[in-house]
């Protein structure tokens, strides 16, 4: 048993390090055999309240689904209410009888983050899951009406807004768990902690995404050391490569040539789903991608001094604390 084991830990790093199978389909349908006494209980979260935002397509509506699937009721947090009602009949209509509500917030903007977050505590008693899912990939630069570059604002601001806002119910009934939605992109990039608004240099979308989804990976083991005596946990993940309305519509090209090896947007949610329901709970402040834990880092360029992610979080702390 142990040798099967190891052998399995191999290929998995093997699939993992050689990036296209691990991260394609490929990656988890071969992972996927060895999962089969790690799936959550069918009603793990019975009784439990998840909210997922960005909820109204793709990884984060499967997200969602899986989570009703397991008892939960499942708040969609959306910027458009009448996607939002789409999405939940959608769910309803695969999980009869779950109960899922749409939840209006834009994400980005961090005053309706403060606004809604209020509104959410004098309603609920308690959210076990937080699950940062809302995501965008600007073609342009694009600044929110507060003055932040719209992906930094989405990714990471407004995330960590909502996080510090709502840690009351987080720990209400007895602990919560928060869960990033990262990118494997995050790889390429380091912590610009001295340039977070990406206001130098030519801007790509793609690379401000990806920079936005390093700051994720970056922040989660700080912000899982500040909320551990509260026993709100706090992990990232990234889901691989899925075939969702977002990767066709910012890369194209990218979903025309590996669209045959893409993930279903379910198998991308599925690590997401995992973290919010295994049991026991898993270690908090780690990065995650097919129910295992990652690196946050392959290159040694990518690694970020402990003066960078000072700085980092300062500005974090400064951006959002005047809400």
Not at 139 to 158: D, M, N, Y
Not at 271 to 286: C, K, M, R, S, Y
């Amino acid at each position: 048993m142990s040798r099967t084991r190891g052998l399995s830990r191999l290929l998995d790093t093997a699939l993992d390090r050689a990036v296209v199978p691990g991260y394609s389909r490929i990656g988890f349908v071969v992972r996927r055999k060895s999962w089969a006494t790690d799936d959550p209980a069918p009603a793990a979260l019975a009784g439990k309240v998840a909210m997922v935002t960005g909820a109204n397509s793709g990884i984060g509506k499967s997200t969602a689904e899986g989570l009703a699937r397991l008892g939960a009721t499942v708040l969609l947090a959306v910027r458009n209410a009448q996607r939002g009602e789409q999405a939940r009949k959608d769910i309803v209509a695969n999980v009869p009888g779950a109960d899922v509500r749409v939840e209006v917030c834009d994400i980005s903007n961090l005053a309706d983050v403060a606004n809604f977050a209020a509104n959410l505590m004098a309603r609920f008693d308690s959210v076990d899951v937080l699950v940062h899912n809302a995501g965008l990939m600007p073609p342009t630069r694009t600044e929110t009406s507060e003055g932040h570059e719209v992906a930094l604002a989405t990714h990471v601001l407004g995330p960590v807004l909502l996080t510090e806002r709502l840690a009351p119910v987080l720990c209400a009934a007895g602990g919560a768990r928060v869960i990033f939605v990262s990118s494997g992109g995050m790889y390429t990039q380091k912590l610009r902690a001295y340039d977070p608004e990406f206001r130098h240099g030519a801007y790509k979308g793609a690379v401000a995404y990806s920079r936005t989804k390093r700051m994720q990976v970056a922040i989660t083991p700080y912000l899982a050391d500040r909320f551990a005596q509260q026993h709100i946990s706090v992990h990232s993940m990234h889901p691989g490569w899925a075939d969702t309305p977002g990767v066709a519509d910012s890369l194209p090209a990218f979903e025309r040539i590996m669209g045959p090896i893409l993930r279903t947007a379910a198998e991308g949610a599925d690590t997401a789903v995992w973290l919010a329901a295994t049991q026991p709970e898993p270690p908090t402040g780690q990065f995650w991608h097919d129910r295992r834990i990652r690196p946050a880092h392959y290159l040694p360029v990518t690694q970020e001094s402990a003066a960078d992610l000072e700085r980092f979080l300062r500005f974090c702390t400064t951006a959002t604390e005047t809400m």
